[in-house]
Protein backbone atom coordinates (compact mmCIF):
# COMPACT_ATOMS: atom_id res chain seq x y z
CA UNK A 1 0.00 0.00 0.00
CA UNK A 2 1.05 3.35 -0.67
CA UNK A 3 2.25 5.63 2.52
CA UNK A 4 -0.36 8.58 0.95
CA UNK A 5 0.65 11.16 3.60
CA UNK A 6 4.20 11.61 2.34
CA UNK A 7 3.41 11.01 -1.19
CA UNK A 8 0.71 13.55 -0.75
CA UNK A 9 3.32 15.91 1.18
CA UNK A 10 6.18 15.37 -1.55
CA UNK A 11 3.80 15.82 -4.53
CA UNK A 12 1.74 18.19 -3.65
CA UNK A 13 -1.12 19.52 -5.58
CA UNK A 14 -0.06 18.59 -9.03
CA UNK A 15 1.16 14.72 -7.83
CA UNK A 16 -2.63 14.81 -6.67
CA UNK A 17 -3.91 15.60 -9.97
CA UNK A 18 -2.29 13.41 -12.13
CA UNK A 19 -3.13 10.66 -9.61
CA UNK A 20 -6.77 11.71 -9.85
CA UNK A 21 -6.27 12.18 -13.58
CA UNK A 22 -4.94 8.86 -14.47
CA UNK A 23 -7.06 6.65 -12.55
CA UNK A 24 -10.59 8.64 -14.14
CA UNK A 25 -9.42 7.81 -17.66
CA UNK A 26 -6.22 6.16 -18.63
CA UNK A 27 -6.17 2.45 -18.98
CA UNK A 28 -3.18 2.61 -16.65
CA UNK A 29 -5.10 4.43 -13.69
CA UNK A 30 -6.88 1.47 -12.45
CA UNK A 31 -4.80 0.50 -9.92
CA UNK A 32 -4.32 3.91 -8.45
CA UNK A 33 -6.04 4.47 -4.75
CA UNK A 34 -8.47 7.49 -5.57
CA UNK A 35 -10.63 6.96 -2.76
CA UNK A 36 -8.41 6.71 0.42
CA UNK A 37 -6.52 9.51 -1.58
CA UNK A 38 -9.02 11.72 -1.60
CA UNK A 39 -9.52 11.27 2.19
CA UNK A 40 -5.94 11.90 3.31
CA UNK A 41 -5.70 14.52 0.96
CA UNK A 42 -9.12 16.42 3.04
CA UNK A 43 -7.27 15.20 6.02
CA UNK A 44 -3.84 17.41 5.48
CA UNK A 45 -5.58 20.37 4.35
CA UNK A 46 -7.25 20.42 8.01
CA UNK A 47 -3.82 20.71 9.23
CA UNK A 48 -2.21 23.05 7.30
CA UNK A 49 -0.11 21.32 4.78
CA UNK A 50 -3.11 22.28 1.84
CA UNK A 51 -5.63 24.91 1.10
CA UNK A 52 -8.93 22.87 0.92
CA UNK A 53 -10.57 25.04 -1.89
CA UNK A 54 -7.56 25.05 -4.16
CA UNK A 55 -7.49 21.40 -3.20
CA UNK A 56 -10.95 20.65 -4.27
CA UNK A 57 -10.67 23.00 -7.23
CA UNK A 58 -7.43 20.88 -8.50
CA UNK A 59 -8.92 17.04 -7.75
CA UNK A 60 -12.58 18.34 -9.62
CA UNK A 61 -10.68 19.71 -12.13
CA UNK A 62 -8.29 16.27 -12.38
CA UNK A 63 -11.25 14.04 -12.04
CA UNK A 64 -13.03 15.97 -15.05
CA UNK A 65 -10.07 15.91 -17.64
CA UNK A 66 -9.15 12.65 -17.08
CA UNK A 67 -13.02 11.64 -17.82
CA UNK A 68 -13.03 13.46 -21.27
CA UNK A 69 -9.46 11.94 -21.97
CA UNK A 70 -11.40 8.69 -20.98
CA UNK A 71 -14.45 9.18 -23.33
CA UNK A 72 -12.28 10.28 -26.16
CA UNK A 73 -10.48 7.30 -25.90
CA UNK A 74 -12.90 5.38 -26.15
CA UNK A 75 -15.01 7.06 -28.89
CA UNK A 76 -11.76 7.07 -30.83
CA UNK A 77 -10.75 3.65 -30.28
CA UNK A 78 -14.26 2.06 -30.41
CA UNK A 79 -14.69 -1.72 -30.32
CA UNK A 80 -11.05 -2.13 -31.31
CA UNK A 81 -10.39 -2.05 -27.26
CA UNK A 82 -12.29 -5.44 -26.26
CA UNK A 83 -9.77 -6.85 -28.90
CA UNK A 84 -6.83 -5.98 -27.14
CA UNK A 85 -4.76 -8.57 -25.23
CA UNK A 86 -4.12 -8.44 -21.43
CA UNK A 87 -1.31 -7.41 -19.85
CA UNK A 88 0.49 -6.00 -16.70
CA UNK A 89 -1.63 -3.00 -17.13
CA UNK A 90 -4.94 -3.88 -18.92
CA UNK A 91 -7.36 -6.51 -17.87
CA UNK A 92 -10.01 -7.30 -20.60
CA UNK A 93 -12.05 -8.97 -17.48
CA UNK A 94 -12.28 -4.88 -16.00
CA UNK A 95 -13.74 -3.94 -18.99
CA UNK A 96 -16.07 -6.46 -19.26
CA UNK A 97 -17.21 -6.06 -15.60
CA UNK A 98 -17.45 -2.16 -16.24
CA UNK A 99 -19.48 -2.65 -19.40
CA UNK A 100 -22.06 -4.83 -17.91
CA UNK A 101 -22.18 -2.11 -15.29
CA UNK A 102 -22.93 0.22 -18.03
CA UNK A 103 -25.19 -1.35 -19.37
CA UNK A 104 -27.63 -1.51 -16.43
CA UNK A 105 -27.16 1.97 -15.24
CA UNK A 106 -27.03 4.18 -18.16
CA UNK A 107 -25.81 7.50 -17.70
CA UNK A 108 -26.06 7.50 -13.99
CA UNK A 109 -22.94 4.65 -13.93
CA UNK A 110 -21.06 7.75 -14.85
CA UNK A 111 -21.84 9.05 -11.00
CA UNK A 112 -22.17 5.74 -9.57
CA UNK A 113 -18.85 4.50 -11.15
CA UNK A 114 -17.02 7.19 -9.30
CA UNK A 115 -17.20 5.39 -6.18
CA UNK A 116 -16.32 1.99 -7.78
CA UNK A 117 -12.21 1.19 -8.27
CA UNK A 118 -11.59 -0.46 -11.44
CA UNK A 119 -15.44 0.57 -12.44
CA UNK A 120 -15.13 4.15 -12.06
CA UNK A 121 -12.13 4.39 -14.40
CA UNK A 122 -13.38 2.22 -17.55
CA UNK A 123 -17.16 3.93 -17.16
CA UNK A 124 -16.24 6.93 -19.29
CA UNK A 125 -14.09 4.85 -21.92
CA UNK A 126 -17.39 2.63 -22.26
CA UNK A 127 -19.66 6.22 -22.78
CA UNK A 128 -16.73 7.14 -25.80
CA UNK A 129 -17.02 3.18 -26.75
CA UNK A 130 -20.91 3.40 -26.60
CA UNK A 131 -21.52 7.11 -28.51
CA UNK A 132 -22.98 8.14 -25.99
CA UNK A 133 -23.94 12.17 -26.76
CA UNK A 134 -21.46 14.19 -25.56
CA UNK A 135 -23.81 16.61 -23.74
CA UNK A 136 -24.96 13.94 -21.84
CA UNK A 137 -21.86 12.93 -21.09
CA UNK A 138 -21.08 16.23 -19.53
CA UNK A 139 -23.48 16.73 -17.24
CA UNK A 140 -23.20 13.32 -15.61
CA UNK A 141 -19.68 13.92 -15.12
CA UNK A 142 -20.17 17.31 -14.22
CA UNK A 143 -22.30 15.74 -11.23
CA UNK A 144 -20.39 12.64 -10.47
CA UNK A 145 -16.56 14.23 -10.18
CA UNK A 146 -17.99 17.33 -7.88
CA UNK A 147 -20.10 14.57 -5.68
CA UNK A 148 -16.89 12.26 -5.19
CA UNK A 149 -14.34 14.87 -5.09
CA UNK A 150 -15.97 17.32 -2.50
CA UNK A 151 -17.44 14.42 -0.08
CA UNK A 152 -14.39 12.41 0.18
CA UNK A 153 -12.26 15.46 0.50
CA UNK A 154 -14.19 17.13 2.70
CA UNK A 155 -14.86 14.32 5.17
CA UNK A 156 -11.18 13.95 5.92
CA UNK A 157 -11.19 17.87 6.36
CA UNK A 158 -13.88 18.12 8.98
CA UNK A 159 -12.86 14.93 10.69
CA UNK A 160 -8.98 16.85 11.12
CA UNK A 161 -10.69 20.14 12.16
CA UNK A 162 -13.54 18.46 14.79
CA UNK A 163 -12.29 15.69 15.91
CA UNK A 164 -8.85 15.80 18.43
CA UNK A 165 -5.93 13.55 17.88
CA UNK A 166 -7.82 12.40 14.47
CA UNK A 167 -4.18 11.93 13.33
CA UNK A 168 -4.98 9.01 15.19
CA UNK A 169 -8.06 7.32 13.03
CA UNK A 170 -6.85 8.17 9.71
CA UNK A 171 -5.18 5.19 8.82
CA UNK A 172 -8.10 3.22 10.13
CA UNK A 173 -10.67 4.83 8.35
CA UNK A 174 -8.92 4.76 5.33
CA UNK A 175 -8.95 1.09 5.53
CA UNK A 176 -12.50 1.24 5.90
CA UNK A 177 -12.93 3.40 2.66
CA UNK A 178 -10.60 1.11 0.67
CA UNK A 179 -12.62 -1.90 1.86
CA UNK A 180 -16.23 -0.07 1.26
CA UNK A 181 -15.28 0.99 -2.06
CA UNK A 182 -14.36 -2.10 -3.22
CA UNK A 183 -17.00 -4.34 -1.90
CA UNK A 184 -19.70 -3.31 -5.06
CA UNK A 185 -16.61 -4.56 -7.60
CA UNK A 186 -15.86 -8.03 -5.53
CA UNK A 187 -20.05 -8.10 -5.41
CA UNK A 188 -20.07 -7.92 -9.73
CA UNK A 189 -17.35 -10.10 -9.78
CA UNK A 190 -18.65 -13.11 -7.37
CA UNK A 191 -22.57 -12.78 -9.20
CA UNK A 192 -20.45 -13.78 -12.66
CA UNK A 193 -20.08 -17.61 -12.81
CA UNK A 194 -17.45 -17.56 -15.11
CA UNK A 195 -15.66 -15.50 -12.67
CA UNK A 196 -16.39 -17.36 -9.83
CA UNK A 197 -14.94 -20.33 -11.99
CA UNK A 198 -11.81 -18.76 -12.57
CA UNK A 199 -11.24 -17.49 -8.58
CA UNK A 200 -12.05 -21.65 -8.08
CA UNK A 201 -9.62 -22.68 -10.28
CA UNK A 202 -6.57 -19.98 -9.18
CA UNK A 203 -7.13 -21.45 -5.61
CA UNK A 204 -7.23 -24.75 -6.97
CA UNK A 205 -3.70 -24.06 -8.81
CA UNK A 206 -2.42 -22.22 -5.34
CA UNK A 207 -2.99 -25.61 -3.18
CA UNK A 208 -1.10 -27.46 -5.35
CA UNK A 209 1.95 -25.35 -4.95
Do not use: C
Not at 52 to 81: C, E, Q, T
Amino acid sequence: MLDLVPLIKTTGYLGLFLIVFAESGLLVGFFLPGDSLLFTAGFLASQGYLHIDILIGVLFLAAIIGDNVGYGFGKRVGPRIFTKEDSLFFHKDHLLRAQKFFAKHGGKALILARFMPVIRTFTPILAGVGNMPYRTFVAYNLIGGFLWTTSLTLAGYFLGKTVPGADQYVLPIVIVIIVVSLLPSIYHVLKDESSRKRIVELVKGLGKK
